[in-house]
């Protein structure tokens, strides 16, 4: 008997809890084996918080791994959510024309969160208290051009976003230079309406091969053959179950996660997130991204940047009536685009000035 509790006593592995409260969440970190993050509302309290975790989280995996045992479908008793997530360096200088936005009514603020990753290594300019204050996810890390990081990043923000509000039923990423097409209220019965993500999912794009084999020629093999390989806009929107997808990948990843012997092919983020839902979900995709953006104009592998002098009624007009392009070659749907990027900082004052009597106004344009 007692050689029996000695070896219990040996074999059980022990844990190290440490527990951080905010305002509405409370964050246990069990440090054991294998170990566990667990993220509790203690007073069932749905209201959007000030404050999302007070200390950041040490390790990526620990962070999904706990995003993915959220729930997959959001609370039937409090109204969806829209999860804004923004991807930026150090600021977002349209945060004035966002700020506008969010507040057109009182009634939209238990309709959305917003979520915010920087580069923690950079200054960032927080702004004037509102909206943005305090939304910096703390598990932010540096994100380069042309390397995974980027896939990290937004894979960050959809972890956080599933584990803070179980109602967030639609994930949108968007930039620092992306700006809303039409109002909160369009924009909202648009997305959650919807029962399929919005993401841009293309097959045999000029190019796609030497993408495929940015990582080397035998990289991405087995987990993902060239002919499964696809391209796509950088900027989505997914359901909440393909927010969990993407949070519980392991397998796809492992091929993404890594350097590319060619970076001037290498886009790993306009290829990941397209690929993964391909080969998992087809049919859950609307295979159209709904940001606009003026490829007509590359410019070291960016787009068009709309300058202050083109921002006017017309142009709002122009990008509203504009069509995405679906992969699969759908000619029935008429999705509409909701965001549109790039647009230059230097033109928030124009972008204001146009604000409610264009922007915001559903009726004024087409």
Known sequence: MLALYFILLVCVPLGVIMTVTSPRLAITVAVTQPAVLIIQNPNNNLTSPQVITSQ????DELLLRQASKANPNPSPKFPKKLAFMFLTTNSLPLAPLWELFFNQSSH???LYNVYVHVDPTQKHKPGSPGTFQNRIIPSSKPAYR??????SAARRLLAHALLEDPSNYMF????PSCIPLHSFNFTYKTLVSSTKSFI?????EPGWYERWAARGPYAMFPEVPAEE?????????????HALMVVSDVEIWSKFNKSCVREDICYPEEHYFPTLLNMRDPQGCVSATVTHVDWSVNDHGHPRTYKPLEVRAELIQKLRSARPRYGDGNRTRKDPFLFARKFSPAGINQLMNITRSVIFNDSALV
């Open 56 to 59: 950041p989280l040490d390790h």
């Open 108 to 110: 939209h603020k238990s």
């Open 146 to 151: 042309h390397t995974p990081t980027l896939i």
């Open 172 to 175: 949108i990423l968007l930039s």
């Open 200 to 204: 841009e999912i293309l097959k045999d």
């Open 229 to 241: 390989f696809r391209i796509g806009s950088q900027f989505w929107t997914l359901t909440r179950a």
